[in-house]
T-cell receptor
């Protein structure tokens, strides 16, 4: 079992819709969770991170954690074509290092 | 936010050549990482370092080597480049916080 798993997609949503991205993680001791966005040919950039004590909203983005089920989600409201990218979920593992999922490719259609 | 730099950004080179990919960060981060990523594929950790004179191999077997003589500098070397080394190489760093910050990457093409 991979430490961080994501559906590779592609996930396609119409412009203005809510995009929902999920990942599951295996290390129950993980305390912090990250979402990165990666445009084609570019390097990953951090969108937001959350700790195990709660969800977080930042503009159109909301990150949610379900510790009991060991999954993290990212909701993108009012999706725009510029949101089309691959979204990487990352989790800090007990050794205080980070593990990345393979990413979910999102396409927002005008 | 970290300032992390990679050079060259693009490199086309012939088989058998020795190459060094440079990575530098100006934030005094102790931890640095090298990832390899093929187009549309996942990140693979190939090397990491937790500080000066500390280097470890990552999850993906790689023919490259790294060194960490100075905190800010973490170069990656391929002694003899092969077409199978064609990929994008991403450097990242992490300080006392929990976030890894990525450099812009080096796209390598070995002919």
């Amino acid at each position: 079992q991979k430490e961080v798993e994501q559906n590779s997609g592609p996930l396609s949503v119409p412009e203005g819709a809510i995009a929902s991205l999920n990942c599951t993680y295996s290390d129950r001791g993980s305390q912090s969770f990250f979402w990165y966005r990666q445009y084609s040919g570019k390097s990953p950039e951090l969108i937001m991170f959350i700790y195990s004590n709660g969800d977080k909203e930042d503009g159109r983005f909301t990150a949610q954690l379900n510790k009991a089920s060991q999954y993290v989600s990212l909701l993108i409201r009012d999706s725009q074509p510029s949101d089309s990218a691959t979204y990487l979920c990352a989790v800090n593992i007990v050794s205080n290092d980070m593990r990345f999922g393979a990413g979910t490719r999102l396409t927002v259609k005008p | 936010e970290a300032d992390i730099y990679q050079t060259p950004r693009y490199l086309v080179i012939g088989t058998g050549k020795k190459i060094t990919l440079e990575c530098s960060q100006t934030m005094g981060h102790d931890k640095m990482y090298w990832y390899q990523q093929d187009p549309g594929m996942e990140l693979h950790l190939i090397h990491y370092s937790y500080g000066v004179n500390s280097t470890e191999k990552g999850d993906l077997s790689s023919e490259s080597t790294v060194s960490r003589i100075r905190t800010e500098h973490f170069p990656l070397t391929l002694e003899s480049a092969r077409p199978s080394h064609t990929s994008q190489y991403l450097c990242a760093s992490k300080g006392s916080g929990e976030t890894q910050y990525f450099g812009p990457g080096t796209r390598l093409l070995v002919l």
